[in-house]
């Protein structure tokens, strides 16, 4: 049966001991003494499994949002310059709203 590394990630660690002694491989040997931590690469290298975790997109243009707070930086520098502190707020808060939208995607 063919695994993922999300599936050996959710097995406890007496799951995956089973199926290292199952492998009989040298990648494996001495897993009766491992832990978890030690015993999931094992068992990925001895299945040829990739350990590294793929994010898929979540839908998030960051190019896009990046660019407008490029320009809402320009446009805050300005508000500075004209002492403008209703218009500073406004674009403060635009700027953290595309900053927490950028990090709401990123996990």
Same mark, same amino acid.
């Given at each position: 049966?063919?695994?993922?590394?999300?599936?050996?990630?959710?097995?406890?660690?007496?799951?995956?001991?089973?199926?290292?002694?199952? +492998?009989?491989?040298?990648?494996?040997?001495?897993?009766?003494?491992?832990?978890?931590?030690?015993?999931?690469?094992?068992?990925?290298?001895?299945?040829?499994?990739?350990?590294?975790?793929?994010?898929?997109?979540?839908?998030?243009?960051?190019?896009? #949002?990046?660019?407008?707070?490029?320009?809402?930086?320009?446009?805050?520098?300005?508000?500075?310059?004209?002492?403008?502190?209703?218009?500073?707020?406004? #674009?403060?808060?635009?700027?953290?709203? +595309?900053?927490?939208?950028?990090?709401?995607?990123?996990?």
């Amino acid at each position: 049966m063919a695994h993922t590394y999300h599936e050996l990630r959710q097995m406890t660690v007496v799951q995956l001991r089973e199926l290292a002694k199952e +492998l009989n491989q040298e990648a494996v040997q001495g897993f009766s003494q491992m832990n978890k931590d030690h015993l999931l690469p094992a068992i990925c290298r001895a299945l040829n499994i990739d350990t590294l975790e793929h994010h898929t997109a979540t839908g998030v243009d960051k190019p896009t #949002i990046k660019a407008k707070i490029r320009q809402l930086k320009h446009d805050r520098d300005r508000a500075l310059d004209a002492h403008d502190h209703v218009l500073l707020k406004n #674009i403060r808060r635009q700027m953290h709203a +595309l900053n927490r939208q950028i990090r709401a995607h990123m996990s």
